[in-house]
């Protein structure tokens, strides 16, 4: 009995709160702690059952995890708030087939400063201006911020229902799985990929996978992407500009060098055609086709060295696409091509050198043209989607351009046709450019192909007040 007494009087001592309960649930001892927060006197609690004193409990954690303790009669431990103090508390119940021993460490500060640092952790996760997601080791969704939702134009919900692969396209999938593999082993990863957006567009994307580290295993993978499809095309849109200025050097030498002798060849050839016999006519209409050839590609040469050269009018594309149309209509019946056009008259003018977007269109059709070895339809079609834009498209019926090719086309020297230079196509982008648009290509092997013009309306033109 003195054991029992001194026990009791070192409980009271303790800054926990402790109390016992028998295994008809009452209270058979309550420290001095615990009688704080009970608001209660002892006498008032003794022999008397918990869940009658404190019948909201009933329904609480603490009713919950008192009767896994009694009986699983396992120890068990759990954090619970507790709102007459708002406090938080931390409770670890021990069982004995007699009853249950409760201690109730108050953890507020503790809480609070966890809590704290839960809520910076929120605020980086969730406030990031880059996608930021976390991944288990199987490369299932587990976490991602608005920022991803915005990223790839999917909801969380339909984001953590689904892994990473689909989203990868496939010529980047082996790439980007090798990447996650190594993260997940520990190795922090650094790339460039790609993704699908939900709309069905590929985007370019700079990723960073981290391992999720947790008691020194490694239990899944944090991303941060972000999105750098404007900053590629940017150094692509560099690239060629530096490319051009290189192929506009050599350009302009070639050219000085070879039209000179080009003129006098011209001169001579057309004397000794009047001089000479009939049985050598074929010889010299063979010379005179090479000699324009030549020309051809010296008068594109030179149109690389200056693109400037030329003064901006205020035209309509209309009549200009029209003119093209007619000029080329006899090379049309020879090739059994139909040439056919709508709303080219509802256009707004723009600025713009007319006789450069006259070679373009020449440039376009002939193209579509020898597409067609077998005949067929070309297309154009205009319109205006808003006030400040013209869009024109070149559509033909030919055996179309491998996907893989069409990055290529533009670039100096670069050909499919046996007999092309290849600079005639990067001399159209160039006029298109410099005429403030953008020309896009679009191709289905077998079926043809589509030239996609974007040219701006005259009135967005600076200098349009000026111009008549």
């Known amino acids: 009995m003195v054991h029992y007494y001194e026990q009791n009087e070192i409980l009271d001592r303790i800054t926990d709160a402790v109390f016992a309960l028998n295994d008809s649930w009452e209270f058979t001892y309550i420290n001095e702690e615990a009688l704080r927060f009970m608001f209660y006197k002892r006498e008032e609690l003794l022999g008397k059952k918990i869940w009658s004193v404190f019948p909201g409990a009933v329904h609480s954690i603490y009713y919950e995890q008192y009767h896994k303790a009694m009986k699983e009669q396992i120890r068990v431990e759990f954090d619970a708030y507790y709102l007459p103090l708002a406090s938080w508390f931390e409770i670890r119940v021990y069982p004995s087939p007699s009853g249950l021993s409760v201690y109730i460490h108050d953890i507020t500060q503790n809480k609070g400063l966890s809590l704290q640092k839960e809520q910076h952790y929120e605020s980086l996760f969730k406030y990031n201006p880059d996608a930021v997601f976390a991944l288990d080791t199987d490369g299932n969704y587990l976490l991602v911020n608005p920022a991803m939702e915005q990223l790839l134009g999917y909801s969380a919900i339909e984001l953590l229902a689904m892994s990473y692969t689909p989203l990868i396209p496939e010529e980047e999938l082996e790439k980007t799985k090798e990447h996650f593999r190594k993260a997940a082993k520990g190795i922090t990863q650094h790339y460039e990929t790609k993704a699908y957006h939900k709309n069905g567009h590929v985007i370019d994307v700079k990723v960073t996978n981290m391992p999720i580290i947790i008691n020194n295993e490694v239990v899944g993978v944090y991303g941060v992407a972000k999105d750098i499809t404007q900053d590629n095309q940017h150094k692509t849109m560099l690239l060629q500009a ?135 339809e070309i297309q154009i079609k205009a319109a205006s989607p808003s006030e400040d834009i013209i869009a024109i498209d070149v559509i033909d019926q030919g055996q179309g351009i491998p996907q893989e090719l069409i990055s290529k086309i533009g670039s100096p020297f670069y050909t499919t046709k046996e007999t092309g230079t290849g600079l005639g196509m990067m001399a159209t982008q160039q006029i298109i450019h410099s005429h403030g648009g953008t020309l896009e290509i679009t191709s289905t092997e077998g079926q043809g192909t589509t030239i996609h013009i974007t040219l701006p309306a005259a009135f967005r033109h600076p200098d349009d007040a000026l111009t008549p």
């Open 242 to 376: 530096e490319k051009l200025t290189a192929v506009g050097q050599l350009a302009a030498s070639i050219a000085h060098e070879i039209r000179n002798p080009l003129t006098s060849l011209k001169g001579f050839v057309y004397l000794i055609e009047q001089a000479g016999s009939g049985r050598s006519k074929s010889y010299f209409d063979i010379m005179k086709d090479e000699l324009k050839r030549i020309e051809l590609i010296t008068s594109e040469l030179l149109y690389l060295a200056k693109p400037q050269a030329q003064e901006f009018k205020r035209e309509q594309i209309g009549p200009i696409i029209q003119d093209v149309i007619l000029l080329l209509g006899s090379q049309a019946l020879i090739h059994k091509v139909e040439i056919s056009y709508s709303q080219l008259g509802e256009l707004p003018a723009v600025h713009c050198v007319g006789s450069q977007l006259k070679q373009v269109f020449i440039n376009l059709i002939k193209n579509a043209m020898e597409a067609m070895p077998d005949g067929g």
